[in-house]
Structures are given as C-alpha cells and as structure tokens.
C-alpha cells in the first residue's frame, strides 16, 4: 500500500514536472533567442544557442528613435510607483469606510461600487479619452495616474474590505476608548493589521501597470514619454523588417522587476489572497 502510493506521488510529480516545462517553454525560449544572433533566431529552434551574443542586449539598450532604453525603463517605475501609491492609499480609505464606518446609503454606494467591477473597460474609453482632452491631459502621465489616486479600482477596494471585515471589532473599541479618532485608528490599527492585504494590492497594481499598453499608446504620443510596452513596440517595423533579437533581449529586461517584486512578496501575497477570500 505505501509503495502504491509512493509511486502515485511520483507519476504526479512527473506530471505536474511536465507540465511545468511546457507552461515555461515560451519563457525559455525566450531567454535562449535573446543571445541568438537575428539570423539563428527561427532557424535554430533549440534552447540552447549555437553562437552567443551580447550585441542584442547591447544594441537594445542604446535605443531607439534616438532614445535610450532605461528612459523607458525609469518612465515605466514613474507610472507604476505612482499608480501602487495611490492605489494604497485612496482604496485602503475607501475600503476602511466601507468595512469599518455607519454611513448613509452604504450598502447602496458599495453594490454601486461592485458593479463597477462589471463594467467592461472598453465601454469607458472614449468618455475618458473625452474628459481628459478636455483637462489637456493628453501626452501626459495624468491620465494613467491621477485615477489611481480616486479609489478607482473596485477590484482593490473590494479585496480590503473583506481583509478588514474579519479584523476584530474589538481593536477599535479600545483604541477609541484609548483616544484615538477614525483617522488614527485607520492609520495605527487597521493599515498594519492590513498588511497582507496591501501587499497583494501592491504587486497586482505594479504588475498590471507595468504590462499595460492599450493606455499607455492610448494616451502617450511623444517618445521620450514612452514606457517599456511603447518602447518595445518601436522595435517591430511595420515595413516589414524587425529588430527580432534586440525585441527578445529588451523583453527579457523587462519581465525582471515584475518576477522580482513577485517573489520577494510572495508570502505576503498567498496570505491576502487567501485571508481576503475566507473572511467576510
């Protein structure tokens, strides 16, 4: 019987093993093409290349239409950094009202506010588009940041709300008894207890920013604005002849603050996502 089962673990771990490779092929073909000189990339198909180069990586981070790569990559941080903090800090408000504050109308403004959450994104594009013509802030980091600092993610606010419900009611009852007021509460008690929750709101706004590209060329027309998504996008030539090599290298460089950020967090992570959806 234990050897039966000995050999059930092991064919499921061959399996899932399997299956990792497979999921992970396009990564590490990915990496491999990187180093490949342009003209081995679809001719030589195996992961590990025939002839090494750096002249991609090189290349690459020189730039293109005259600029460097890192401006895109210092332009992506700026956006994403502004974006998580705003993230962190209008959504943990709101979501503190919601989860821990009596006012009127709740329950109507919070199924409002889940219905947002709903609501497809293309429909609000050109309202947006719109508005933000109008405050001339096209061609500028606005529109990608601003929002975020107006408790516009449901998704978010929804996520803290049900972390903070299952905090203890108690905790407030003795810091209020202790003197402290809402704000202070909110900020001394709940945000530290809340932690993994942020977190998990922080590497999903950092990651889905740092990927986003539909906005990001919506709303940006002057390269030196460009950020990661855009820049890359240059290296494709609609004429019909494409940076291959540089375009893998330069995408390679690109997935390593995202996969960073992932790991280092990762605890924190599991634990928001998994306390956020027990709790409520």
Same mark, same amino acid.
């Given at each position: 019987m234990a050897q039966s089962n000995r050999i059930q673990k092991m064919l499921l771990h061959a399996m899932i093993l399997v299956l990792g490779v497979f999921m992970l092929y396009p990564i590490l073909w990915l990496i491999s093409s990187s180093f490949k000189p342009s003209n081995l990339i679809f001719t030589d198909l195996s992961l590990w290349p025939k002839e090494v180069t750096l002249d991609n990586y090189i290349k690459g981070w020189a730039g293109i239409a005259r600029v460097p790569f890192i401006t895109f990559f210092t332009n992506s941080f700026i956006i994403s950094i502004l974006c998580v903090l705003g993230n962190l800090l209008s959504c943990s408000m709101a979501a503190y009202a919601f989860g821990r504050l009596d006012f009127s109308w709740k329950k109507v403004w919070f199924s409002i506010m889940l219905v947002t959450i709903m609501l497809p994104h293309h429909v609000t594009i050109i309202p947006q588009y719109l508005l933000f013509k109008q405050l001339n802030w096209v061609d500028t980091y606005y529109p990608l940041t601003i929002p975020k600092w107006l408790a516009t993610?449901?998704?978010? %606010? #929804?996520?803290?709300?049900?972390? %903070?419900?299952?905090?203890?009611? &108690?905790?407030? &009852?003795?810091?209020? %008894?202790?003197?402290?007021g809402k704000v202070q509460i909110y900020w001394r008690i709940v945000m530290p207890l809340a932690l993994p929750a942020l977190i998990t709101t922080a590497i999903f706004t950092f990651i889905w920013t740092w990927d986003d590209f539909f906005s990001q060329l919506l709303y940006l027309?002057?390269?030196?604005?460009?950020? %990661?998504?855009?820049?890359?996008?240059? #290296?494709?030539? /609609?004429?019909? &002849? /494409?940076?291959?090599?540089?375009?893998f290298a330069m995408s390679v460089l690109s997935l390593v603050p995202s996969l960073v950020i992932f790991f280092s967090c990762q605890k924190y992570f599991v634990e928001g996502i998994s306390t956020s959806g027990i709790k409520g």
């Open positions: 993610d449901a998704f978010f %606010i #929804f996520l803290m709300v049900q972390f %903070i419900r299952g905090l203890p009611r &108690e905790l407030d &009852e003795s810091a209020t %008894i202790d003197g402290c027309n002057t390269a030196r604005l460009y950020t %990661i998504p855009l820049g890359l996008r240059l #290296f494709m030539d /609609s004429s019909g &002849e /494409s940076a291959w090599g540089v375009l």
